[in-house]
């Protein structure tokens, strides 16, 4: 759905600090402005990390703050009235000082100048400045046609079986013409999981793992492209996939996480081990010899965040979608490694409770009083994981019919709330008040 150019019902108070930069919400402002900053998502008069991280947690429905018309306007990049994974990568690469901010050319907010068979760009750097030497900047330009056309009117209707859309769409994924191949990648990116395993076997395989392999893929696809290599692939794709999965690197990789769960869906339980060794047990990056890398002041590099969160994930779309590829106490162990993780606990104790985990209960009553991890949102996932346990009672078994006693996990999870009320009563109320049990 594209996002809404302007604030609905009462507009939230503007923030003090975009007072104090220009918060220019179109182009012609943009174009006669001498002080707009480009990429600035946050308003806070410069662009920084802080633009992507605002970007992505507005995608994933938890802003910092409510955008306004100027920040929304901000994050839709490439101007086509929907903020996706285009414009978080384009930021992305804009702050890695690879790709450039494409500025109005004239006071009109005209974003290229034609004139004949001449176009005119100007653009503007990570920092705000226009680019100097264009000798060195390479630009594309992409010119429309019929083409567009022609496809949009030869596919099946939207009414037509998913397989069918499917597998019209997957011969255009990487179409010379940029639209096309976009419009063949939003097919993919809005099909459930089901209806693309479906038609695995017409995945053209060779193909997939070329695009994988090719620095000119855009990132936005890796995940599904990974995906689709999973379902079809052979063991020397899962050697690619190993070693891209293996490469260290310091930067943020859209789509590794698809790439991690193609990779499983491949070659099954034999794969975690170098899952849980590079990405869920290792703090710091290692070459291929298992050699620690440092910087060139001699500090250990750490393993970004970013993946041991997309090895997490491919833990998880594993157990939803997998089918039992691998059985689901061996992905419990796993997982239960990420406990030793405070930034992450939180999101693992409550996997670990809808996984029905019920081995790490006196772990999680250590943890309870570890400094370490003595950050509210743990001690609340810890509650609530004892509240899930606890009602975790067979069929037709409840408060007031009993058929036997507990189950020893449910005891022991009983024991435990009592324990916590008494030591942290606040915390518990808490977590009970906010509970719900499907």
Not at 92 to 116: E, I, M, N, Q, T
Not at 264 to 292: R, S, T
Not at 346 to 353: G, N, P, Q, S, W
Request: charged share 25%; with cysteine; net charge positive.
């Amino acid at each position: 759905m594209p996002m809404p150019r302007t604030r609905a019902a009462v507009p939230a108070p503007r923030p003090r600090w975009l007072e104090s930069c220009d918060a220019c919400e179109d182009l012609a402002c943009r174009a006669a402005s001498g002080s707009y900053v480009y990429g600035d998502v946050t308003g806070d008069c410069g662009f920084t990390l802080s633009a992507l991280d605002f970007i992505k947690r507005h995608m994933a429905g938890d802003p910092p703050s409510a955008p306004n018309a100027a920040q929304l306007s901000t994050m839709d990049i490439d101007y086509d009235d929907d903020i996706d994974a285009n414009d978080v990568t384009f930021i992305l690469l804009a702050l890695a000082k690879k790709y450039r901010f494409l500025a109005p050319a004239d006071a009109s907010g005209a974003l290229l100048g034609v004139s004949g068979c001449t176009v005119t760009a100007k653009l503007r750097d990570d920092g705000n400045a226009p680019v100097a030497n264009a000798a060195k900047t390479k630009v594309r330009l992409e010119v429309g046609g019929e083409t567009s056309h022609q496809h949009t009117v030869q596919a099946p209707s939207p009414e037509a079986a998913a397989n069918k859309r499917l597998v019209y769409f997957m011969k255009f994924l990487e179409y010379p013409d940029r639209q096309i191949a976009d419009d063949a990648y939003a097919e993919f990116a809005n099909a459930p999981y089901k209806d693309i395993a479906a038609i695995s076997k017409l995945v053209p395989r060779a193909k997939v793992a070329r695009w994988i392999s090719d620095a000119r893929t855009p990132p936005t696809r890796m995940g599904l492209y990974g995906l689709l290599l999973g379902l079809s692939g052979n063991q020397t794709d899962a050697n690619l996939m190993e070693k891209k999965i293996s490469t260290p690197s310091e930067e943020f990789r859209l789509g590794i996480d698809g790439v991690m769960s193609g990779y499983l869906l491949l070659v099954g339980e034999k794969g975690l081990p170098l899952i849980e060794q590079l990405k869920l047990k290792n703090q710091f990056l290692v070459d291929a010899n298992g050699k620690v890398l440092t910087d060139k002041k001699g500090r250990k590099k750490l393993v970004p965040f970013s993946e041991t969160y997309a090895a997490m994930q491919a833990l998880r779309f594993m157990w939803s979608y997998a089918d039992g590829r691998i059985a689901k106490p061996r992905l419990r162990q796993s997982m239960r490694i990420l406990l030793d993780r405070p930034e992450l606990a939180d999101l693992v104790i409550a996997d670990l409770a809808r996984w029905k985990d019920w081995s790490i209960q006196n772990r999680l009553m250590t943890m309870y009083d570890d400094k370490a991890f003595n950050v509210p949102a743990i001690k609340r996932a810890v509650v609530r994981y004892m509240l899930v346990c606890s009602k975790d009672l067979p069929k037709g078994k409840n408060k007031k019919k009993t058929a036997g006693p507990n189950p020893k996990h449910v005891d022991a999870a009983l024991k435990h709330l009592a324990v916590l009320r008494k030591r942290d009563p606040k915390t518990v109320m808490d977590a009970e008040r906010f509970f719900f049990l499907k």
